[in-house]
């Protein structure tokens, strides 16, 4: 797909129909971990209650895992996130507890860098490249949230 064609599929924030079906589509090989650096989130929606699921890019950066929102903060996942106070699930081959924690700038910078590097599909929709200035990145940190994977117990 083209840059323009990635953009429009979330336009305003959010998946359009074709986005929705390649995130179903996606889903089961990124549960499964037979896609690189994919996996699929789960998360409490913060008004229904329920499991909400979708597909995140999972990255290692100095010997943690990382995810980051390409959308912003004001993303549903994001906001849902929030709301549970950082726990959710990560489906990579196994149900994993985990506990997303937002990070500094500072500690964002390179996981910024890493998912530019990455993501392809992620990096059209924001306004930096993988040749952003360390301080640039840092800067950015509050427009594309950087959020650390830390074990949680079971439930």
Do not use: C
């Not at 229904?48 to 980051?68: D, F």
């Not at 994001?78 to 997303?100: H, I, Q, S, T």
Request: net charge positive; charged share 25%.
């Amino acid at each position: 797909m083209k840059p323009d064609e990635l953009r429009e599929l979330y336009r305003g924030g959010r998946p359009n129909e074709r986005a929705k079906s390649i995130q179903r589509r996606l889903m089961p090989i990124a549960r499964l971990g037979l896609v690189p650096f994919s996996a699929v989130l789960e998360v409490t929606g913060r008004r229904s209650g329920r499991p909400i699921q979708l597909p995140i890019v999972v990255l290692t950066v100095a010997g943690s895992r990382y995810v980051v929102s390409m959308l912003g903060p004001t993303v549903n996942w994001v906001r849902n996130v929030e709301a549970a106070d950082g726990k959710a699930v990560v489906m990579r081959g196994r149900r994993r507890y985990v506990r997303l924690v937002r990070v500094a700038p500072g500690e964002a910078a390179p996981v910024l860098r890493r998912y530019l590097r990455i993501a392809r599909s992620g990096r059209v929709h924001m306004d930096l490249t993988s040749t952003s200035t360390d301080q640039e990145l840092a800067a950015a940190a509050d427009r594309y949230p950087v959020f650390r994977i830390d074990p949680a117990p079971a439930g």
